[in-house]
């Protein structure tokens, strides 16, 4: 069974940073592209950074280009965000989440880790 369990979220001022963790399991974590996606209070999904298996080619959102980075160890079935220079419009839900190339979908999501940005 494919897990996927978040961490590091929580309340965080204006200008501060956090890094949320993504701890996979059930599936064999090294061979598949990951993402990082939002949804804010009242809002869609927004998809905010992927990175392909060998963590190589990561790509942004404009909207947190030059704030965040993504990045993955595959020693440890693990996919990070570390999140700077965090705006209040920052504040969502953040999932991480399984690319099944196959299908060109999202197949296996977290339960979410909130992030909330306020002074």
């Known amino acids: 069974e494919v897990q996927l369990v978040e961490s590091g979220g929580g309340l965080v001022q204006p200008g501060g940073s956090l890094r949320l963790s993504c701890a996979a399991s059930?599936?064999?974590?090294?061979?598949?592209?990951m993402s990082w996606i939002r949804q804010a209070p009242g809002k869609g999904l927004e998809w905010v950074s992927g990175?392909?298996?060998?963590?190589?080619?990561?790509s942004y959102a404009e909207s947190v280009k030059g704030r965040f980075t993504i990045s993955r160890d595959n020693t440890k079935n693990t996919l990070y965000l570390r999140m700077n220079s965090l705006k209040p419009e920052d504040t969502a839900v953040y999932y991480c989440?399984?690319?099944?190339?196959?299908?060109?979908?999202?197949?296996?999501w977290g339960q979410g880790s909130q992030v909330t940005v306020s002074s």
């Open positions: 059930g599936f064999t974590f090294s061979t598949y592209a």
């Open positions: 989440a399984k690319y099944d190339p196959g299908t060109s979908y999202f197949d296996s």
């Open positions: 990175i392909n298996s060998g963590g190589i080619r990561p």
